[in-house]
């Protein structure tokens, strides 16, 4: 089983999660990250914008049985990705 996180932030700042989810992710290689910045700083590599779509279709496995997406953050962009997700095909959060 593979985890895949797309971890959106306003500005870049390293929390604890991200280094929880970074240890994770060379300690058991089953885990794949990818940030989206809506404020990059120079010389930033990640995604920047919105999680969109198309991000999500690239950095997430296609909707399927067993799939599941997880959601978290403020109501309004749980609600948009609710939404996004649901005209991919991926089963509705609850």
């Known amino acids: 089983m593979f985890f895949y996180f797309i971890c959106f932030f306003i500005f870049y700042l390293f929390f604890a999660v991200d280094e929880q ?6 300690d058991h290689g089953r885990f794949v990250i990818h940030y989206v910045l809506s404020n990059s700083p120079v010389g930033w590599t990640g995604g920047v914008g ?4 198309e991000i999500i279709q690239e950095h997430l ?8 997406v997880l959601l978290c953050g403020p109501p309004p962009m749980v609600k948009a ?7 991919l095909g991926y089963e509705s959060p609850r």
């Open 21 to 26: 989810l970074e240890h994770w992710a060379a």
């Open 50 to 53: 919105f999680v969109s779509k």
């Open 61 to 68: 496995p296609t909707p399927a049985d067993g799939v599941k």
């Open 81 to 87: 990705m609710g939404a996004l997700l649901g005209d």
